[in-house]
């Protein structure tokens, strides 16, 4: 065969040294430089250190968010956020049973979260039942009421949209033979019932503001 | 240094063509120059078009074709490590028609008769050719093993292996079965003449470049180089690999 290509001739250990050296040469371009950049693996650090780990983020698709309605994404109050903390305890007798609920305008949110004590052995003794009430105007009128929730159980947390202008909350009914007591966490936009009012008949006073 | 015989024989008409076929090579890809994200496959309108158009489409396939190969790191570095040693210009014809047969084999098997083999592999053996060539060039067979490998055999071998790396980035596309043959060897055309394109600038810089005294230094260096940058791109598809769960 004739010699088309003149390669250089290399000695052995050179021809070694370079090709160790361009695999490592590659090998760190690779480590260093594609690993953090295209997939976001950062074995050394140094795609952190020096920013390229930043270019491997995904893609970013904006997208519109619905922007009224029942389904809006986002809701905006003018009012004052607030937080709320309820204990009602149901003594095992006639007064086991009571309203707890707060005034809400269509479309006001709110965030909650209760659980009981008591008879925690007992879970299906505890019966409660979420829903919304609008206030006959005028009286005499008849009043909405929608349901949310009816059930038994120690524990509820969720949020709610108000769909009409009324009261919005719990009716609580301790079936256990024991005292039981609810601790109820509510916190966004709504006001509370004086106590006596419709929707807080029971009197139920929230616990003070912690201070600080 | 040996004497080389190619070089004296070109001439300012010669090296005039090449520095036009440069200026066409950069001119046309430039304006809708994008690399994808993995290797370098075909994104944006490129690839819109493709999947939108029905019938043949003879120049705008032909274009494609040729501005994937004269932007295709992949295999520039391929074909530039090929022609690296040969000093005379039959000699880079054989070599350089021998890849050409390998790679248009494959497209066309791989796009006209479905074949479908893993990008990331193909292109993970891709840059193991790249690696390959580069440490043939060096003579790293010979003196490592006593042996030299056949080089055209390789190079036939290897250009198999990239014509399905073109059929894998042709095929993601999912192009159209109508005009479909018309359209590939249109598409393989182009693949030709843009390397050739390419081709011809990197010999024009070859030349000048032995000319100088330090190249037989540089020329080793530069070998080594385009092996580390086969070894990053060999290690940087085989990544895709795992990370896209083999798929």
């Known amino acids: 065969m004739t010699e088309e290509r003149k390669t250089p001739s290399l000695n052995r250990s050179r021809l070694i040294a370079i090709a160790a050296a361009a695999f490592l040469t590659g090998s760190a371009i690779f480590v260093l430089f594609v690993l953090p950049a295209e997939f976001h693996r950062d074995p050394t650090g140094f795609g952190r250190l020096t920013g390229l780990d930043r270019l491997a983020g995904p893609e970013v698709v904006t997208v519109a968010a619905a922007p009224a309605g029942p389904n809006a994404t986002t809701r905006f109050y003018a009012t004052a956020f607030r937080t709320d903390t309820i204990v009602i305890t149901l003594p095992p007798d006639e007064k086991n049973e009571l309203e707890y609920k707060v005034k809400m305008r269509p479309g006001d949110t709110?965030?909650?979260?209760?659980?009981v004590t008591g008879d925690e052995a007992h879970p299906e003794w505890f019966y409660y039942d979420f829903h919304g009430e609008s206030r006959p105007v005028p009286e005499g009128a008849k009043a909405t009421v929608m349901e949310y929730r009816q059930a038994t159980g120690l524990n509820s947390?969720?949020?709610?949209?108000?769909?009409?202008e009324g009261v919005h909350g719990w009716y609580f009914q301790n079936q256990s033979d024991k005292p039981q007591t609810v601790h109820l966490k509510i916190s966004g936009f709504y006001e509370l019932v004086p106590p006596g009012e419709y929707?807080?008949?029971?009197?139920v006073q929230p616990l003070p503001k912690e201070q600080g | 240094m040996a004497s080389i015989p190619w070089t004296a024989t070109v001439d300012f008409r010669r090296m005039a063509y090449c520095l036009a076929a440069l200026a066409v090579a950069f001119a046309g890809p430039l304006p809708g120059f994008g690399f994808d994200a993995l290797a370098h496959g075909m994104a944006g309108k490129d690839a819109d078009f493709v999947a939108h158009s029905v019938g043949p489409q003879i120049l705008p396939f032909f274009y494609l074709g040729a501005k994937h190969m004269a932007t295709g790191y992949d295999h520039l570095l391929f074909v530039i490590g090929t022609v690296f040693f040969l000093y005379q210009l039959r000699?880079?014809?054989?070599y350089v028609t021998t890849f050409s047969i390998g790679h248009s084999t494959t497209l066309l098997l791989g796009v006209l008769g479905g074949v479908h083999v893993n990008p990331f592999l193909v292109d993970a053996v891709i840059g193991l050719s790249v690696a390959y060539i580069a440490f043939d060039n060096l003579g790293g067979f010979k003196t490592?093993?006593?042996?030299?490998?056949?080089?055209?055999?390789a190079i036939l071998i290897f250009g198999l292996v990239h014509g399905f790396g073109l059929a894998t980035k042709v095929q993601e596309l999912n192009p159209s079965r109508d005009g479909l043959a018309a359209n590939m060897i249109s598409f393989n055309v182009?693949?030709?003449i843009g390397q050739l394109l390419v081709l011809s600038v990197a010999l024009v810089a070859i030349v000048w470049w032995r000319k100088t005294?330090?190249?037989?230094?540089?020329a080793v260096f530069a070998n080594a180089a385009i092996m580390a940058a086969g070894f990053a791109l060999m290690e940087y598809q085989l990544a895709g690999y795992f990370v896209s769960g083999g798929a």
Do not use: D
């Open chain 1, 157 to 164: 947390g969720g949020a709610l949209v108000a769909p009409f």
């Open chain 2, 213 to 218: 005294a330090a190249f037989s230094k540089q």
């Open chain 2, 91 to 94: 000699h880079v014809a054989i």
């Open chain 2, 190 to 192: 182009g693949v030709e």
């Open chain 1, 199 to 203: 929707g807080n008949e029971a009197g």
């Open chain 1, 110 to 115: 709110l965030t909650y979260s209760w659980n």
């Open chain 2, 144 to 153: 490592l093993l006593g042996v030299q490998p056949n080089t055209k055999l």
